[in-house]
């Protein structure tokens, strides 16, 4: 775990026990999250996940903006309970008045872009070419069929992958 990504997480509770006058339990920390979210707040955990990548890559508005987001929802759950809009005002009072920052709800961090594989299939039309997902060629090897909307006819995968 990076220090600091810990001393941020800390940093942030300092505030709110200054800000609230009690002290909050401390969550479980990791850089366990993938894919585009760059934090996660398991309310009834007290856990936090935070993408590794878009930590490295954004370092330190990540710390700054990122952190907080995160830790403001922890806090929102443990002062107001569980029946609180996720990015509602309780949310938004800790992000403007604990931490002074604009209660961003999401990030503008770059993505990396997967390589995606396209599976293509064809019907009996003569332009009948259709690209599919791997999910949803996965789901035709388990036995679903697809049809042509225009000569309803099934859809047959030409053994063609495009991986791009």
Known sequence: MSEPLKDRVEDCYRQAEA?????????????????????????????????????????????????????????????????IRPHGEEWQLIMRGVYGLPPDRCHTYELPQRARTLYLYRCNCPDGRFEFTAQRHALVRKGRRYLCRRCRGPLAFTDEVISG
């Open 19 to 83: 800000f609230f006058k009690r002290r909050f339990p401390r969550p479980d920390v990791s850089l366990a999250l993938r894919g585009q979210r760059a934090g996660v707040a398991h309310l009834t955990e007290n856990r936090l996940r935070f993408n590794k990548q878009l930590y490295q890559e954004n370092t330190v508005h990540f710390l700054e903006q990122t952190v907080a987001h995160e830790v403001a929802h922890l806090v929102a759950h443990q002062l107001f309970g569980g029946h």
